[in-house]
Every structure is written in structure tokens, then in C-alpha cells.
């Protein structure tokens, strides 16, 4: 078999420049029929010892502190954007602008109408283009969606998601980009909330209205030393601190156009949940609840007619659910957050081999950007709002 070995340059090596790095460098290992291997081209990074550091350890060819170098590289045919929201609209026009294909992490844009014009800009510019919602391609989500799209659940009726973190709990965890409006945008309705809102669009459906609200419970911290630490990283008490100036918790009743009611919940700050991303969806025949901290799991309500089976079952992960067997041959060994995003880049790069837009592209992102659009416009009237589409 014939393999096509893809170009890639990334832009941001912080900790999400370097996961996606090394996906791309496990695509060959993780799914070696497919014919399909990554080059790690070139990389950048405005912190010059991240960029130099990170390109020796990942193998890159080269690397720059100069984002324009990965898209001017003749032997770059995707580049990934792993930067602070800020730059994704400048990037993506000028890969867009030379033919390149996109992928970029989530929420795509600062604010929902910035994820519409980098939609709009790929669309025009005919580039493929690919998001981070990595939490679609765990194999027990997938099981999920082929039992809800069997009809085994019967008519679905309520669905509820959520996305708990405590990396913002602690008042002395230091202010990344994350929680600075002007590099951010919004705060968890980017972060955290769109991953929430694809998946209820992904199991549930499109929907229709909602009504929401949100709050900023620690409204300073201290701020980091460039270039170094995550959005995880702890500073000490009696470190000058400085004003958070987006959202730390959103919620949101939901209507979906199917006639399914629901709710969506997410919090940065929250005490107890260490990274509960969730959703528990019911039918007229079954129900089915998953845990992000139990990946590995489902728990499935799927009765049998004479009663004896009335109840939850817990399945466990194994090569019989999606591109499990390509991690761990035996039911019961567990797949990882980055195994996740090594399907998720081999499921991209395979769409820029084929030639074809798959999900979820900016497409997808777009649809998400329609529902916070809908959530910010309900924060400032306090009332239902309708979904509407932003597409330019």
C-alpha cells in the first residue's frame, strides 16, 4: 500500500501544541493499515525556548518564533492552530489566503461571531478544516451515538450535559490567557461550553431555544511568567493579582427542535468535580449516561421485556467499540486523553488525503457559535432566546 505522508506545521507549543505534535508522530503507530503518516514540518512559538525546546524533543525539522514562516513553508500542507483565541482569525486568513488546510482548536473564534467569519473565510477559500472536539472520537460516545441512532433508546426526551473542571478553583491559580476577555474572548463558553454544546448537538440534535446565565466567581489572580506553566498552575498567597475579566460558570435551559428538553452546565471553578465532563440522555425505551472521568464506561438502561434486566448495566471498553483495538487488544484496558486526539488527528488527516470535509469542521463550530450566541444574548435580556444562524 501506497502511504501518503501529509506536511504539517504547528502554531503554539504550549500544552496543546505539543499534544497535537505528538498525535500526529502516533498516527503511523496507532493505525498502521491506513497508509497515513504525518511529517512534523516546521514549528512556532512566540517564546523562543518553548519554540527551540519543544521542536527537538517532538522532532520538527525546524522551528521560528514567526507564525507567518509554518504557512509560507512549501512543505507544509496542514497547519494547526494551537494558540490563544486571539490569533486564530489573523492565522486562518492567511492560511486560508495560501491554500492550506485547517485544523484549530476550539472554540475557533474569541466570541461566536468571530468563529462565523473564520467559517465563512474556509468556506470561501474552498480549504479543508478540522476542530478539537476530541471528546467525540472516545469509543463508548461513539457506541453511544450508533444506540441512540438505532432508535434503542426510543424517542429521546430529556438530555442533560455539563462540564465540571476545578483547574480555576483555587483564587491562587495563576491568570492565563484563559481568563483575559481580550485573548480568550468569553471565558468557559469557549473553553468548556463548546465542547459541552457539540455533544448535545452531535447526540441530541440541533436546538431550537434556551435561556442562560453566567457568573465569575474569583474575580482576580495572580499572573504567570510568560512562556512557562498551564492553565493548571498554582501561584502563592500574597502575589499581586489582577482582574479576570470573563465567565467562570454558565447554565442554560435548552429546548432542542426535536421537542427534547435539557440542560447545560459548565464551571472552571467548581470544588469536588476534577474534570467531569458529562451528559446523561433518555428515551421512551432506554437511557444512557457517560463520564469523561470514567471514559471507559457506559452505563446503559436498556430493560428487557420480562423485567429481569430493569435496570443500569455498565459496559467496559474493548476492541469491539470504535478504534479501540488500535489502542488495547483486550476489553478492560483503557484508553487516555491523548489517545483520543490521536484518532482525532488521524480522522483529520485522512480527510486531507481524501480530499473530503468531514466532522466536525468549522461547520460544526459554527453550529456550537449559533447556540452561545443565543446563551449571551439571554445573559443580557434574561429571557428565552431563540437559535439563530450567524453564517455570513
Not at 501529509?6 to 491506513?34: E, K, L, N, T
Not at 484549530?104 to 480549504?127: D, H, L, M, Q
Not at 474572548?185 to 469557549?190: A, E, F, K, Q, S
Amino acid at each position: 500500500m501506497a502511504s501518503r505522508k501529509i506536511g504539517v506545521g504547528v502554531i503554539g507549543m504550549g500544552w496543546m501544541g505539543q499534544v497535537h505534535s505528538r498525535s500526529y508522530q502516533m498516527i503511523s503507530q496507532r493505525f498502521p493499515d491506513a497508509g497515513l503518516s504525518a511529517r512534523l514540518v516546521i514549528c512556532s512559538d512566540n517564546v523562543q525556548e518553548r519554540a527551540e525546546k519543544t521542536a527537538d524533543m517532538l522532532g520538527f525539522g525546524q522551528w521560528t518564533t514567526d507564525w507567518h514562516e509554518v504557512i509560507a513553508h512549501p512543505d507544509v500542507e496542514v497547519v494547526n492552530i494551537a494558540t490563544p483565541n486571539n490569533l486564530h482569525v489573523e492565522i486562518v486568513k492567511a492560511a486560508a489566503a495560501v491554500g492550506k488546510h485547517i485544523f484549530c482548536e476550539k472554540p475557533v473564534g474569541r466570541t461566536p461571531e468571530e468563529t462565523a467569519e473564520i467559517e465563512a473565510i474556509a468556506r470561501s477559500a474552498g480549504v479543508l478544516a478540522f476542530v478539537g472536539f476530541n471528546y467525540r472520537w472516545a469509543p463508548l460516545v461513539r457506541h453511544a451515538k450508533k444506540l441512540i441512532d438505532g432508535g434503542k433508546l426510543g424517542d429521546l426526551t430529556q438530555f442533560r450535559g455539563r462540564f465540571f473542571s476545578m483547574y480555576g478553583s483555587n483564587p491562587y491559580g495563576l491568570l492565563s490567557w484563559r481568563f483575559d476577555e481580550a485573548s480568550a474572548g468569553y471565558g468557559v463558553l469557549g473553553d468548556i461550553m463548546s465542547h459541552a454544546t457539540d455533544m448535545a448537538l452531535m447526540l441530541a440534535g440541533p436546538i431550537k431555544r434556551l435561556v442562560s446565565n453566567q457568573h465569575t466567581f474569583i474575580p482576580e489572580r495572580p499572573k504567570p511568567i510568560p512562556g512557562t506553566g498551564t492553565h493548571y498552575s498554582v501561584g502563592r498567597a500574597g502575589d499581586p493579582t489582577y482582574p479576570v475579566t470573563n465567565e467562570d460558570y454558565i447554565g442554560a435551559l435548552v429546548e432542542f427542535e426535536n421537542g427534547i428538553r435539557g440542560t447545560l452546565e459548565v464551571s472552571r471553578t467548581i470544588f469536588g468535580p476534577k474534570n467531569e465532563f458529562a451528559f446523561e440522555l433518555n428515551g421512551t425505551k432506554g437511557a444512557l449516561a457517560w463520564n469523561f472521568e470514567r471514559m471507559n464506561e457506559l452505563q446503559v438502561y436498556a430493560p428487557t421485556p420480562d423485567g429481569e434486566h430493569d435496570g443500569f448495566i455498565r459496559l467496559v471498553g474493548g476492541d469491539q467499540y470504535p478504534d479501540h483495538g488500535n489502542f488495547n487488544p483486550g476489553e478492560g484496558s483503557g484508553l487516555g486523553y491523548e489517545d483520543l486526539k490521536v484518532i482525532e488527528a488521524y480522522n483529520w488527516l485522512k480527510s486531507v488525503a481524501d480530499g473530503q470535509q468531514t466532522q466536525p469542521g468549522f461547520t460544526e463550530a459554527l453550529a456550537v457559535a449559533n447556540v452561545h450566541a443565543a446563551m449571551v444574548r439571554s445573559w443580557d435580556s434574561g429571557q428565552w432566546e431563540d437559535v439563530t444562524s450567524l453564517r455570513k
